[in-house]
Each structure stands twice: as C-alpha cells, then as structure tokens.
C-alpha cells in the first residue's frame, strides 16, 4: 500500500519563474486536497478535487495559482510568476469516498518551495 | 474568523505521563469532523484521532484519546503513557465547511525523559 506521493520534495527557484508540483494520491482515494503551510502555521487550505471536478479553490488561491486532476488520479499545481510569499511547504492529502466528514486524509510529505 | 484554536504553542511532559492538549473550534454546522494530526521534525502528517459531532461517545485510539465536549466546542487531545517519539507539533482540525477543512496553528509537545 503506497502512500500519498509527491514530487518534487525541494524546490528551490528564483522570483518570476514558474513551478509545477505532482501529487499521487492513494490509488482508491477520489478526494484530493492541497494545502500550504507556513513556519510555525498549520496547513491552510488552498483547493479540493473530487475525481477530476475541482469543487473549491480558497481565496488564497490567486491567480497565479492553478490545479488540474485530469483523469481524477494524479493532480498539479502550478505557481506562475513566483513570489518570494510563495516560499513555503506544499502538502498534498487525500481521502476515500464515504461521508466526507468522518474520512481522514492522508498526506504526502510535501514540496518544499524556496524563492531566492 | 480563526476555526480552530490551540492556545498552547508549546507543552512539557514527563515520559510516561498523560498530556492534554487544547483545542477549540467555532463552527455554525451541525455536521462536522474533529480530527488530531501529528507531524514530527520530518515534516509528514500522520492522523491520530477522529471524532464526530454526533458521535455520543469519546474516540479513543490506542494511547491516544479525544476528550469532546460539543457544549464548549472543544476537543482536546489526550496522551497517555508518553513516550519519547511523542515529541512533535500536534495539529487540532476541523470540517468540513463547505469543502474546507481548517487546521490550528499547533502545539509543539516535548518528552522529557
């Protein structure tokens, strides 16, 4: 049983590129959600995919900001335009079907974005 | 407006003593999911305990209990027999609000041997 996987585990660039990060959730699990967290902060939700439907995006999502779940399995995340705000950790989770307020979800252990 | 609370930035304990850590929640729904995570120096976040806002009685997993008081919109997570891989940032959440689900800012638990 693989866990949630993502890729790359660093990523370091500089300010005005853009960056694309992979999240491989657990094979079963059709709901998926991304998160950013900051130094000393807990995960702060950014959007949620059920299958490939992206249902919320957080108005911290601007608009540099994009995911896809194409197929409903794997999901991107692209940051355009990078900011040195953007610096932080990028957890990917996902959960199982089933009543959505009692299924846990499952984190992969995260992108970490530096921009110099 | 802050979800979730967790007051305690930092906490002390004993190995093999109980630790309560604090956390309180504000939310208009009557359906919702509490639920700890724990996430150590490596970085992942490992889910610990569930509990449900209908749920009458207490989850408990192993070591690890979730002392659920609806009236007070708290669910403090409760420790047992700490041991020294406890040592970690503890992460009280809550939802779903909508699609949301909202994490507090952490306790950062410390086993002294």
């Known amino acids: 049983d693989t866990g949630v996987s993502q890729d790359p585990r660093h990523k370091i660039t500089k300010r005005g590129q853009n960056v694309t990060f992979r999240c491989d959730p657990i094979s079963e699990h059709n709901r998926l959600y991304w998160y950013r967290q900051t130094l000393g902060q807990g995960p702060e939700f950014l959007t949620y995919f059920q299958n490939e439907a992206q249902l919320e995006k957080s108005r911290l999502l601007s608009d540099r900001f994009s995911a896809e779940r194409p197929k409903g399995s794997f999901s991107t995340l692209e940051i355009q335009r990078t900011e040195q705000g953007d610096s932080a950790m990028y957890l990917c989770?996902?959960?199982?079907?089933?009543?959505?307020?009692?299924?846990?979800?499952?984190f992969g252990d995260g992108t970490r974005l530096s921009i110099l | 407006a802050q979800k979730i609370t967790q007051t305690q930035p930092g906490m002390f304990v004993q190995e093999k003593e109980a630790v309560t850590l604090d956390c309180t929640y504000d939310?208009?729904?009557?359906?919702?999911?509490l639920f700890w995570y724990k996430q150590p120096s490596s970085g992942e976040m490992i889910f610990l305990i569930y509990q449900g806002s209908y749920d009458e009685q207490n989850a408990t997993e192993g070591r690890y209990s979730l002392n659920f008081q609806k009236a007070r919109k708290s669910a403090n997570l409760v420790i047992s027999a700490s041991q020294l891989g406890d040592s970690a940032m503890y992460f009280c959440a809550m939802g779903p609000t909508g699609n949301q689900f909202y994490f507090g800012t952490g306790t950062s638990l410390t086993v002294i041997p």
């Open positions: 939310t208009s729904d009557q359906s919702y999911g």
């Open positions: 989770a996902s959960s199982s079907s089933g009543t959505r307020v009692n299924q846990p979800q499952h």
